[in-house]
């Protein structure tokens, strides 16, 4: 096929590939992604080609055990699934400003005190800048080396030159390679500079961490299909404004997705927080009404959240509803269900719905707090402090089990609660606990007379 010059469409959220222009993209029904990118039409690959790629047969491939690279960082290393995995491709997302580059310097940090050579790649900021940043950090061995460049043949020479163990991109967006005609942060050149990285990393062996922006949606920018490519993708959240961060696996071909880690921003960089659940209760109030602890797993560990609501009566004809940390359509299905199987009237009632520490919760298990918390602004009667519940609530107000009933009590319980209220048939698979009372209950009515 002869060498030439055309131009294509592509969606920037699913990557989908079309001829001519489009409103609507046919793949991911998204409005308004398509964008125009010059292409080069390349040769056909060749019989020898062909013939050199050879199957194998899965009983002759031998699996061994992978060793991987501790980052002395606990909750990053929780986040990976145990640590780095050579020759795996990282993706670390998040809004400006929020840590991203902190982290990975300091990870840097860690790894060149283990004698592991590593290579910083830097296209937005200066060598002055990330020493400003080093120096505040701490101290770094010689096994650090920085370059400043966004030429990505020059990077691949660079890193196929030194071959160091860890490579960090900051960030994939300013990268360009110039055969590609189009300018950087586009979706071919993120689309191409990635498949570059990802070769590197199979073929030599090298972990690579790239860093991504983020659209104002909070979602990583370009093409959906960069997501796809990467072995693991790791969300940076939280307020900028705000002293914590939460580093949440949203993929991880090496590891679980549930799990997250938590940090602490200070002067000198990010802190690990050890114990989330007591960092996250810090402040809260005594003697209110409409407060009261949930406890939730993220992952493998449980985690104690303060709930709070405020229900008043509403001044117009339509009262209104709010949730922050939590799904606002889960809210109002509870209230529904309040309403017909409790028989509190709340449909003239305005609610505010808060998770205290501004994380973000979803899991089903937090519905027998947000129920109580509830009830108890509606009625003004606070809720002992002493108590923690937690438990899903269906449509007819029954309260339904949920996994790992043991651990989040033994975590209650560490915290110095006194009594828990949870699913009665959570109460089967716990053994021998302790110094501290387990209320089960089948409904929510049967929670709101134990209060």
């Known amino acids: 096929m002869a060498k030439g010059k055309g131009s294509i469409f592509f969606c920037q959220e699913c990557g989908y590939e079309s001829s001519k222009w489009s409103g609507q993209c046919p793949a991911c029904k998204q409005w308004n992604t398509f964008v125009e990118e010059k292409i080069d ?4 690959v060749s019989r020898k080609e062909i013939a050199a790629a050879k199957p194998t047969r899965l009983d002759e491939i031998s699996i061994a055990d992978e060793k991987r690279i501790f980052t002395e960082i606990g909750e990053l290393d929780r986040v990976l699934g145990g640590g780095i995995v050579p020759g795996s491709l990282i993706l670390v997302g998040g809004d400006p400003g929020i840590g991203k580059s902190t982290l990975l310097l300091q990870t840097c940090q860690k790894l060149c005190g283990q004698k592991i050579s590593v290579l910083y790649i830097s296209g937005e900021e200066s060598l002055q800048q990330i020493k400003i940043r080093a120096d505040r950090i701490g101290q770094f061995t010689p096994e650090l080396e920085l370059l400043c460049e966004t030429n990505l043949e020059v990077v691949r020479g660079v890193i196929s030159e030194r071959h160091p163990k860890v490579v960090v991109i900051d960030s994939i967006q300013t990268m360009f390679d110039e055969s590609v005609a189009s300018a950087p942060g586009s979706v071919s050149q993120v689309r191409e500079a990635t498949g570059v990285l990802m070769r590197l990393a199979k073929e030599q062996g090298i972990a690579i961490f790239v ?46 997705t549930n799990e997250i880690g938590v940090f602490e921003m200070r002067q000198s960089g990010l802190t690990e927080v050890k114990n989330p659940s007591e960092y996250m209760l810090e402040g809260k109030p005594k003697g209110a009404s409409g407060s009261i602890v949930a406890c939730s797993m993220e992952g493998t560990r449980p985690m104690l959240v303060e709930i709070q609501a405020l229900v008043c009566h509403s001044a117009f004809g339509m009262p209104r509803r709010t949730a922050a940390g939590t799904d606002y359509n889960r809210v109002n299905l509870l209230m529904a269900v309040l309403e017909k199987a409790v028989g509190v ?23 027998l707090g947000l129920v109580l918390a509830i009830v108890s602004s509606y009625k003004n009667k606070p809720i002992d402090e002493s108590v923690i519940c937690f438990g899903e609530v269906g449509l007819s107000g029954e309260v339904r089990g949920v996994n790992m009933a043991e651990q989040r009590i033994m ?16 109460l089967k698979g716990i053994q021998n606990i302790k110094d501290i009372r387990l209320l089960g209950v089948e409904n929510v009515r049967e929670a709101l007379d134990l209060l």
Not at 41 to 44: A, F, G, Q, V
Not at 345 to 367: C, F, K, M, T, V
Not at 411 to 426: M, S
């Open 211 to 256: 860093v991504g922006h983020v659209t104002k949606e909070g979602v990583v920018a370009g093409p959906r299909v960069l997501e796809h490519m990467v072995d693991t993708v790791l969300y940076f959240e939280g307020d900028r404004h705000a002293t914590y961060r939460i580093l949440r696996g949203v993929k991880n071909r090496f590891g679980s």
């Open 41 to 44: 039409k390349k040769t056909s």
């Open 345 to 367: 009237r709340l449909s003239d009632q305005d609610a505010y719905i808060n998770i205290a520490g501004g994380i973000r919760i979803n899991e089903p298990a937090i519905d």
């Open 411 to 426: 975590e209650a319980k560490k915290l110095g609660f006194a009594t828990c209220i949870l699913p009665k048939v959570c």
